[in-house]
Protein backbone atom coordinates (compact mmCIF):
# COMPACT_ATOMS: atom_id res chain seq x y z
CA UNK A 1 0.00 0.00 0.00
CA UNK A 2 1.11 3.38 -1.05
CA UNK A 3 2.22 5.57 2.24
CA UNK A 4 0.16 8.58 2.36
CA UNK A 5 0.30 12.05 4.26
CA UNK A 6 -2.71 12.83 6.47
CA UNK A 7 -3.55 16.26 5.75
CA UNK A 8 -4.47 17.57 10.13
CA UNK A 9 -8.04 18.52 10.81
CA UNK A 10 -8.18 21.32 13.57
CA UNK A 11 -10.84 19.96 16.24
CA UNK A 12 -12.31 21.96 19.15
CA UNK A 13 -10.48 19.56 21.67
CA UNK A 14 -7.46 20.83 20.51
CA UNK A 15 -8.19 24.48 19.65
CA UNK A 16 -9.65 25.26 22.91
CA UNK A 17 -7.36 23.13 25.06
CA UNK A 18 -9.84 21.33 26.98
CA UNK A 19 -11.77 17.61 27.49
CA UNK A 20 -14.85 17.80 25.38
CA UNK A 21 -17.91 15.78 25.98
CA UNK A 22 -19.18 13.73 23.21
CA UNK A 23 -22.69 12.98 22.55
CA UNK A 24 -24.52 10.04 20.73
CA UNK A 25 -25.04 11.44 17.70
CA UNK A 26 -29.12 11.70 17.51
CA UNK A 27 -29.22 10.30 13.95
CA UNK A 28 -28.84 7.29 15.77
CA UNK A 29 -32.65 7.24 17.15
CA UNK A 30 -34.00 9.58 14.23
CA UNK A 31 -36.48 7.43 12.19
CA UNK A 32 -35.51 8.66 8.96
CA UNK A 33 -32.48 6.73 9.05
CA UNK A 34 -31.14 3.29 10.29
CA UNK A 35 -27.74 3.77 10.99
CA UNK A 36 -25.97 0.33 9.60
CA UNK A 37 -22.58 -1.10 9.46
CA UNK A 38 -20.21 1.86 7.49
CA UNK A 39 -23.05 4.16 7.58
CA UNK A 40 -20.87 6.57 10.23
CA UNK A 41 -17.20 7.51 8.85
CA UNK A 42 -14.28 6.39 10.75
CA UNK A 43 -11.53 9.00 11.75
CA UNK A 44 -9.39 6.69 9.74
CA UNK A 45 -11.48 6.83 6.54
CA UNK A 46 -9.23 9.24 3.92
CA UNK A 47 -9.66 10.04 0.77
CA UNK A 48 -6.50 10.46 -1.19
CA UNK A 49 -5.89 14.19 -3.51
CA UNK A 50 -3.77 12.08 -6.34
CA UNK A 51 -5.09 9.05 -7.42
CA UNK A 52 -3.45 8.50 -11.12
CA UNK A 53 0.45 7.56 -10.21
CA UNK A 54 3.47 6.46 -12.13
CA UNK A 55 3.64 2.30 -11.33
CA UNK A 56 7.87 2.88 -11.95
CA UNK A 57 8.48 5.92 -9.54
CA UNK A 58 9.28 5.17 -5.83
CA UNK A 59 6.71 4.95 -3.26
CA UNK A 60 6.60 8.72 -2.36
CA UNK A 61 4.17 9.92 0.26
CA UNK A 62 0.70 10.90 -1.26
CA UNK A 63 -1.61 13.59 0.62
CA UNK A 64 -4.95 12.31 1.74
CA UNK A 65 -7.91 14.07 3.61
CA UNK A 66 -10.48 12.64 6.28
CA UNK A 67 -13.50 11.64 4.69
CA UNK A 68 -16.52 14.05 5.16
CA UNK A 69 -19.50 12.26 6.68
CA UNK A 70 -21.79 12.01 9.57
CA UNK A 71 -20.03 10.87 13.08
CA UNK A 72 -21.00 8.04 15.73
CA UNK A 73 -20.10 10.39 18.27
CA UNK A 74 -20.78 14.81 18.51
CA UNK A 75 -19.52 17.16 20.37
CA UNK A 76 -22.11 19.43 20.40
CA UNK A 77 -25.55 19.30 22.80
CA UNK A 78 -28.04 19.89 19.95
CA UNK A 79 -30.50 21.65 22.03
CA UNK A 80 -27.49 24.08 22.87
CA UNK A 81 -26.53 24.97 19.32
CA UNK A 82 -26.91 28.41 17.36
CA UNK A 83 -26.03 28.45 14.01
CA UNK A 84 -24.90 31.05 11.75
CA UNK A 85 -25.43 31.19 7.89
CA UNK A 86 -23.24 34.07 6.04
CA UNK A 87 -22.88 34.56 1.89
CA UNK A 88 -20.03 36.80 1.06
CA UNK A 89 -18.58 37.93 -2.84
CA UNK A 90 -20.32 38.04 -5.74
CA UNK A 91 -23.52 35.79 -6.74
CA UNK A 92 -23.31 32.47 -7.72
CA UNK A 93 -26.30 29.82 -8.86
CA UNK A 94 -26.56 27.39 -5.71
CA UNK A 95 -26.57 30.06 -3.20
CA UNK A 96 -29.83 29.79 -1.81
CA UNK A 97 -29.97 26.12 -1.94
CA UNK A 98 -26.67 25.99 0.51
CA UNK A 99 -28.71 28.39 2.88
CA UNK A 100 -31.54 26.03 2.43
CA UNK A 101 -29.89 22.67 2.93
CA UNK A 102 -28.55 24.05 6.01
CA UNK A 103 -31.06 24.71 7.49
CA UNK A 104 -33.10 21.75 7.00
CA UNK A 105 -30.18 19.39 7.54
CA UNK A 106 -29.31 21.23 11.03
CA UNK A 107 -32.99 21.01 11.40
CA UNK A 108 -34.23 17.96 10.41
CA UNK A 109 -30.98 15.98 10.97
CA UNK A 110 -29.77 17.08 14.43
CA UNK A 111 -32.76 18.82 15.78
CA UNK A 112 -31.01 22.72 16.18
CA UNK A 113 -33.84 24.88 16.46
CA UNK A 114 -31.75 28.22 16.68
CA UNK A 115 -30.35 29.18 13.26
CA UNK A 116 -29.51 32.86 12.18
CA UNK A 117 -28.36 34.01 9.05
CA UNK A 118 -26.28 37.11 8.56
CA UNK A 119 -27.43 39.98 6.27
CA UNK A 120 -25.38 41.28 3.64
CA UNK A 121 -21.99 40.00 4.06
CA UNK A 122 -18.62 39.92 7.27
CA UNK A 123 -20.44 43.37 8.04
CA UNK A 124 -23.35 41.42 9.14
CA UNK A 125 -22.50 40.34 12.18
CA UNK A 126 -21.59 43.42 13.50
CA UNK A 127 -23.82 46.24 11.54
CA UNK A 128 -26.99 43.95 10.91
CA UNK A 129 -29.88 42.27 13.01
CA UNK A 130 -29.43 38.72 12.27
CA UNK A 131 -33.06 36.58 10.16
CA UNK A 132 -33.72 33.23 12.12
CA UNK A 133 -34.83 30.70 9.77
CA UNK A 134 -36.82 27.65 9.83
CA UNK A 135 -37.43 24.65 7.11
CA UNK A 136 -40.64 26.75 6.20
CA UNK A 137 -39.02 29.69 5.59
CA UNK A 138 -36.47 28.87 3.13
CA UNK A 139 -38.94 25.41 1.27
CA UNK A 140 -38.74 27.40 -1.97
CA UNK A 141 -34.89 28.71 -1.41
CA UNK A 142 -33.15 26.54 -4.26
CA UNK A 143 -35.48 27.54 -7.00
CA UNK A 144 -34.09 31.43 -6.82
CA UNK A 145 -31.08 32.61 -7.79
CA UNK A 146 -28.83 34.99 -6.08
CA UNK A 147 -28.95 34.93 -2.08
CA UNK A 148 -32.12 36.04 -0.26
CA UNK A 149 -29.48 36.54 2.98
CA UNK A 150 -27.63 39.11 0.91
CA UNK A 151 -24.02 39.51 0.05
CA UNK A 152 -21.58 42.41 -0.18
CA UNK A 153 -17.65 42.64 -0.69
CA UNK A 154 -15.39 44.31 1.76
CA UNK A 155 -16.75 45.11 5.87
CA UNK A 156 -14.18 42.75 6.93
CA UNK A 157 -13.06 43.72 10.85
CA UNK A 158 -12.01 40.95 12.54
CA UNK A 159 -12.46 41.74 15.72
CA UNK A 160 -15.82 43.42 15.30
CA UNK A 161 -16.54 39.94 13.82
CA UNK A 162 -15.51 37.88 16.24
CA UNK A 163 -17.33 40.10 18.91
CA UNK A 164 -20.47 40.10 17.22
CA UNK A 165 -20.03 36.18 17.00
CA UNK A 166 -19.54 35.55 20.59
CA UNK A 167 -22.23 38.46 21.85
CA UNK A 168 -24.70 37.03 19.96
CA UNK A 169 -24.07 33.44 21.42
CA UNK A 170 -23.10 31.56 17.71
CA UNK A 171 -21.15 28.46 18.53
CA UNK A 172 -21.18 27.23 14.87
CA UNK A 173 -20.85 29.69 11.81
CA UNK A 174 -21.30 28.55 8.09
CA UNK A 175 -19.28 30.67 5.84
CA UNK A 176 -20.40 30.28 1.79
CA UNK A 177 -17.83 32.65 -0.23
CA UNK A 178 -14.79 32.16 -3.01
CA UNK A 179 -11.35 32.61 -1.99
CA UNK A 180 -11.31 36.00 -0.94
CA UNK A 181 -14.26 35.31 1.72
CA UNK A 182 -12.42 31.58 2.31
CA UNK A 183 -9.32 33.72 3.38
CA UNK A 184 -11.13 35.66 5.84
CA UNK A 185 -12.54 32.47 7.19
CA UNK A 186 -9.41 31.72 8.25
CA UNK A 187 -8.45 34.90 9.77
CA UNK A 188 -11.94 34.14 11.94
CA UNK A 189 -11.12 30.84 12.84
CA UNK A 190 -7.45 32.05 14.04
CA UNK A 191 -9.41 35.00 15.93
CA UNK A 192 -11.87 32.26 17.71
CA UNK A 193 -9.23 30.07 18.48
CA UNK A 194 -7.02 32.48 20.04
CA UNK A 195 -9.59 33.14 22.34
CA UNK A 196 -10.24 29.59 23.07
CA UNK A 197 -13.89 30.02 21.93
CA UNK A 198 -15.95 26.79 22.05
CA UNK A 199 -16.91 27.67 18.26
CA UNK A 200 -16.70 25.73 14.87
CA UNK A 201 -15.86 27.48 11.88
CA UNK A 202 -16.30 26.15 8.06
CA UNK A 203 -16.18 27.19 4.53
CA UNK A 204 -18.16 26.55 2.07
CA UNK A 205 -16.16 27.14 -1.41
CA UNK A 206 -18.51 29.40 -3.74
CA UNK A 207 -17.03 30.63 -7.18
CA UNK A 208 -18.27 30.73 -10.42
CA UNK A 209 -15.14 30.53 -12.18
CA UNK A 210 -14.32 27.55 -10.67
CA UNK A 211 -10.89 28.86 -9.47
CA UNK A 212 -10.66 27.37 -6.05
CA UNK A 213 -8.03 24.88 -5.93
CA UNK A 214 -7.78 20.97 -4.50
CA UNK A 215 -12.02 20.39 -4.74
CA UNK A 216 -13.02 18.61 -8.11
CA UNK A 217 -15.20 21.62 -8.63
CA UNK A 218 -17.14 24.56 -7.24
CA UNK A 219 -20.86 24.16 -7.04
CA UNK A 220 -22.46 26.55 -9.47
CA UNK A 221 -19.66 26.27 -12.37
CA UNK A 222 -22.11 23.31 -14.37
CA UNK A 223 -24.81 25.55 -14.20
CA UNK A 224 -22.98 28.57 -15.61
CA UNK A 225 -21.54 26.52 -18.57
CA UNK A 226 -24.96 25.58 -19.20
CA UNK A 227 -25.74 29.46 -19.34
CA UNK A 228 -22.92 30.39 -21.28
CA UNK A 229 -23.84 27.73 -24.45
CA UNK A 230 -27.52 29.90 -24.65
CA UNK A 231 -25.02 32.67 -25.26
CA UNK A 232 -23.08 30.93 -27.86
CA UNK A 233 -25.53 29.57 -29.45
CA UNK A 234 -27.04 33.43 -29.71
CA UNK A 235 -23.62 34.39 -30.80
CA UNK A 236 -23.63 32.06 -34.02
CA UNK A 237 -26.74 32.74 -34.68
CA UNK A 238 -26.36 36.57 -34.81
CA UNK A 239 -22.82 35.70 -36.83
CA UNK A 240 -24.37 33.28 -39.32
CA UNK A 241 -27.15 35.29 -40.13
CA UNK A 242 -24.71 38.71 -41.85
CA UNK A 243 -22.81 38.82 -44.14
CA UNK A 244 -19.01 38.29 -42.35
CA UNK A 245 -20.53 38.18 -38.99
CA UNK A 246 -18.40 37.76 -35.96
CA UNK A 247 -20.36 36.80 -33.00
CA UNK A 248 -18.26 37.90 -29.55
CA UNK A 249 -18.87 36.10 -26.18
CA UNK A 250 -17.73 37.31 -23.01
CA UNK A 251 -18.02 34.65 -20.17
CA UNK A 252 -17.40 35.05 -16.50
CA UNK A 253 -13.21 34.14 -15.98
CA UNK A 254 -10.99 36.68 -13.88
CA UNK A 255 -8.07 34.58 -13.28
CA UNK A 256 -9.39 31.97 -15.00
CA UNK A 257 -10.87 30.20 -17.95
CA UNK A 258 -12.57 27.58 -17.12
CA UNK A 259 -16.24 28.37 -18.46
CA UNK A 260 -14.92 29.67 -21.40
CA UNK A 261 -13.06 26.25 -21.77
CA UNK A 262 -15.76 23.96 -20.74
CA UNK A 263 -18.65 26.38 -22.85
CA UNK A 264 -15.88 26.00 -25.53
CA UNK A 265 -15.79 22.09 -25.26
CA UNK A 266 -19.53 21.65 -25.36
CA UNK A 267 -20.46 24.05 -28.14
CA UNK A 268 -18.48 23.16 -30.89
CA UNK A 269 -19.21 26.29 -32.50
CA UNK A 270 -16.93 28.42 -31.23
CA UNK A 271 -13.41 29.12 -33.23
CA UNK A 272 -11.44 31.17 -30.91
CA UNK A 273 -11.58 30.63 -26.88
CA UNK A 274 -9.36 33.26 -25.19
CA UNK A 275 -8.66 32.32 -21.27
CA UNK A 276 -5.93 34.25 -18.91
CA UNK A 277 -4.04 31.08 -18.90
CA UNK A 278 -2.88 31.65 -22.02
CA UNK A 279 -1.31 35.19 -24.15
CA UNK A 280 -2.77 36.19 -27.24
CA UNK A 281 -1.80 38.74 -29.89
CA UNK A 282 -3.66 40.60 -32.77
CA UNK A 283 -1.68 41.43 -35.61
CA UNK A 284 0.90 39.82 -37.42
CA UNK A 285 1.40 36.10 -38.85
CA UNK A 286 -0.35 33.38 -36.26
CA UNK A 287 -2.38 36.07 -34.43
CA UNK A 288 -5.74 36.48 -33.89
CA UNK A 289 -6.85 38.76 -37.43
CA UNK A 290 -5.11 36.75 -39.39
CA UNK A 291 -6.84 33.64 -37.95
CA UNK A 292 -10.47 35.59 -37.91
CA UNK A 293 -9.77 36.31 -41.40
CA UNK A 294 -9.37 32.81 -42.63
CA UNK A 295 -12.59 31.65 -40.84
CA UNK A 296 -14.26 34.56 -42.46
CA UNK A 297 -13.19 33.77 -45.91
CA UNK A 298 -13.92 29.73 -45.74
CA UNK A 299 -17.24 30.14 -43.20
CA UNK A 300 -17.99 33.56 -43.97
CA UNK A 301 -18.94 33.54 -39.90
CA UNK A 302 -16.82 33.10 -36.95
CA UNK A 303 -17.75 32.55 -33.34
CA UNK A 304 -14.94 34.58 -30.63
CA UNK A 305 -15.22 33.03 -26.76
CA UNK A 306 -13.24 35.30 -24.48
CA UNK A 307 -12.86 35.04 -20.82
CA UNK A 308 -13.34 38.61 -18.59
CA UNK A 309 -9.23 38.28 -17.38
CA UNK A 310 -8.20 37.44 -20.90
CA UNK A 311 -6.25 40.44 -22.33
CA UNK A 312 -6.21 42.64 -19.67
CA UNK A 313 -2.82 43.84 -20.67
CA UNK A 314 -3.16 44.50 -23.87
CA UNK A 315 -6.39 47.26 -22.77
CA UNK A 316 -4.85 50.33 -22.41
CA UNK A 317 -5.45 51.97 -19.45
CA UNK A 318 -5.06 55.61 -17.36
CA UNK A 319 -3.19 55.88 -14.45
CA UNK A 320 -6.14 55.87 -12.51
CA UNK A 321 -7.34 52.80 -13.95
CA UNK A 322 -4.37 51.09 -13.12
CA UNK A 323 -5.01 52.07 -9.53
CA UNK A 324 -8.56 50.74 -9.10
CA UNK A 325 -9.52 48.10 -6.80
CA UNK A 326 -13.06 46.50 -5.85
CA UNK A 327 -13.65 46.37 -1.98
CA UNK A 328 -12.23 42.98 -1.87
CA UNK A 329 -9.18 44.43 -3.21
CA UNK A 330 -8.56 42.77 -6.24
CA UNK A 331 -7.86 45.19 -9.42
CA UNK A 332 -11.02 46.79 -11.56
CA UNK A 333 -10.91 44.71 -14.74
CA UNK A 334 -11.53 46.88 -17.99
CA UNK A 335 -14.34 45.34 -20.55
CA UNK A 336 -11.90 43.21 -22.51
CA UNK A 337 -15.06 42.36 -24.98
CA UNK A 338 -15.93 45.42 -25.80
CA UNK A 339 -12.07 46.31 -26.61
CA UNK A 340 -12.20 43.63 -28.58
CA UNK A 341 -14.81 45.12 -30.79
CA UNK A 342 -13.31 47.82 -31.33
CA UNK A 343 -10.27 46.45 -32.41
CA UNK A 344 -11.72 43.92 -34.63
CA UNK A 345 -13.89 46.91 -36.24
CA UNK A 346 -10.18 49.20 -36.71
CA UNK A 347 -8.90 46.10 -38.30
CA UNK A 348 -11.77 45.43 -40.87
CA UNK A 349 -12.33 48.96 -41.54
CA UNK A 350 -8.14 48.94 -42.46
CA UNK A 351 -7.65 45.99 -44.61
CA UNK A 352 -11.85 45.29 -46.02
CA UNK A 353 -12.69 48.87 -46.06
CA UNK A 354 -15.35 48.34 -48.85
CA UNK A 355 -16.65 44.85 -47.50
CA UNK A 356 -19.77 43.98 -44.93
CA UNK A 357 -18.43 43.59 -41.93
CA UNK A 358 -20.47 43.20 -38.31
CA UNK A 359 -19.51 42.79 -34.58
CA UNK A 360 -22.16 41.12 -32.23
CA UNK A 361 -20.94 41.72 -28.62
CA UNK A 362 -23.18 39.36 -26.27
CA UNK A 363 -21.90 39.69 -22.55
CA UNK A 364 -24.25 37.29 -20.32
CA UNK A 365 -22.45 37.81 -17.05
CA UNK A 366 -25.28 38.75 -14.75
CA UNK A 367 -27.69 36.06 -16.49
CA UNK A 368 -25.11 33.57 -15.99
CA UNK A 369 -24.93 34.62 -12.01
CA UNK A 370 -28.11 35.53 -11.63
CA UNK A 371 -30.09 32.07 -12.21
CA UNK A 372 -31.14 29.74 -10.04
CA UNK A 373 -28.77 26.62 -10.05
CA UNK A 374 -29.57 23.45 -12.10
CA UNK A 375 -30.46 20.16 -10.90
CA UNK A 376 -26.67 18.57 -10.92
CA UNK A 377 -25.84 21.51 -9.03
CA UNK A 378 -28.56 21.89 -6.93
CA UNK A 379 -27.78 18.10 -5.74
CA UNK A 380 -23.83 18.89 -5.13
CA UNK A 381 -25.39 21.82 -3.12
CA UNK A 382 -27.20 19.57 -0.78
CA UNK A 383 -24.43 16.79 -0.40
CA UNK A 384 -21.81 19.85 0.56
CA UNK A 385 -24.45 21.13 3.19
CA UNK A 386 -25.02 17.93 4.80
CA UNK A 387 -21.73 17.36 4.87
CA UNK A 388 -20.48 20.89 6.29
CA UNK A 389 -22.85 19.53 8.85
CA UNK A 390 -21.76 16.48 9.98
CA UNK A 391 -18.25 17.86 10.06
CA UNK A 392 -18.96 20.88 12.36
CA UNK A 393 -21.13 18.84 14.94
CA UNK A 394 -18.21 16.25 14.83
CA UNK A 395 -16.51 18.57 16.35
CA UNK A 396 -13.85 19.70 13.10
CA UNK A 397 -13.53 23.36 12.75
CA UNK A 398 -11.52 25.59 10.51
CA UNK A 399 -12.34 23.26 7.78
CA UNK A 400 -13.70 23.40 3.91
CA UNK A 401 -15.78 20.97 2.70
CA UNK A 402 -15.47 19.47 -0.99
CA UNK A 403 -15.57 16.68 -3.42
CA UNK A 404 -11.73 15.33 -4.11
CA UNK A 405 -11.96 12.46 -7.11
CA UNK A 406 -15.88 12.06 -6.49
CA UNK A 407 -15.30 11.53 -2.96
CA UNK A 408 -16.47 14.74 -0.15
CA UNK A 409 -13.64 15.30 1.96
CA UNK A 410 -12.70 17.61 4.69
CA UNK A 411 -9.82 20.01 3.85
CA UNK A 412 -7.85 22.58 6.29
CA UNK A 413 -9.66 26.14 5.41
CA UNK A 414 -6.05 27.91 5.24
CA UNK A 415 -4.89 25.12 2.54
CA UNK A 416 -7.90 26.00 0.26
CA UNK A 417 -7.30 29.65 1.18
CA UNK A 418 -4.32 29.26 -0.83
CA UNK A 419 -4.65 27.14 -3.34
CA UNK A 420 -6.00 28.26 -6.57
CA UNK A 421 -7.57 26.33 -9.50
CA UNK A 422 -6.44 27.76 -13.08
CA UNK A 423 -6.21 26.56 -16.71
CA UNK A 424 -3.39 24.10 -17.21
CA UNK A 425 -2.39 24.98 -20.77
CA UNK A 426 -0.53 21.39 -21.03
CA UNK A 427 -3.43 19.42 -19.62
CA UNK A 428 -5.55 17.06 -22.35
CA UNK A 429 -8.59 19.62 -22.08
CA UNK A 430 -6.73 22.72 -23.54
CA UNK A 431 -5.21 20.60 -26.33
CA UNK A 432 -8.87 19.46 -27.24
CA UNK A 433 -9.84 22.80 -27.42
CA UNK A 434 -6.70 23.84 -30.14
CA UNK A 435 -7.96 20.72 -31.72
CA UNK A 436 -11.79 21.55 -31.57
CA UNK A 437 -11.46 24.96 -32.92
CA UNK A 438 -7.59 24.80 -34.69
CA UNK A 439 -7.50 27.93 -33.49
CA UNK A 440 -3.44 29.09 -32.99
CA UNK A 441 -1.49 29.09 -30.30
CA UNK A 442 -0.18 31.96 -30.79
CA UNK A 443 3.30 31.34 -30.10
CA UNK A 444 5.53 33.99 -31.92
CA UNK A 445 7.89 32.21 -34.44
Known amino acids: MAAFNLQKLPHLADCIGQNLKPYTNPLENNPFYRPTEGFYINPTDVILRQTILDSSSGSTPHLAYHRAGPRKEIYFETGSVCAAIVTCGGLCPGMNTVIRELVVGLWELYGVRKIYGIVAGYRGFYSRETVELNPKLVHNWHKRGGTVLETSRGGF????????IKDRGFNQVY????DGTMRGAVKI?????????????????????????????SFGFQTAVEMAQQAINAAHVEAESAVNGIGLVKLMGRSTGHIALHATLSSRDVDCCLIPEIDFYL?????????????????????LVVAEGAGQDKIPRSDAQKEERDESGNPVFLDVGAWLKSELKKWWSRDHPNELFTVKHIDPTYMIRAVPANATDNLYCTLLAHSAIHGVMGGYTGFVCGPINGNYAYIPLE??????????????????VR???NQPDFVRR
Open 157 to 164: DLNKIVDG
Open 435 to 437: SVT
Open 283 to 303: EGKGGLFEFLGKRLQENGHAV
Open 189 to 217: YDGIRRRKLNIGVTGIPKTVDNDIGIIDK
Open 415 to 432: EVAQAKNIVSIKDHKWAW
Open 175 to 178: IIGG
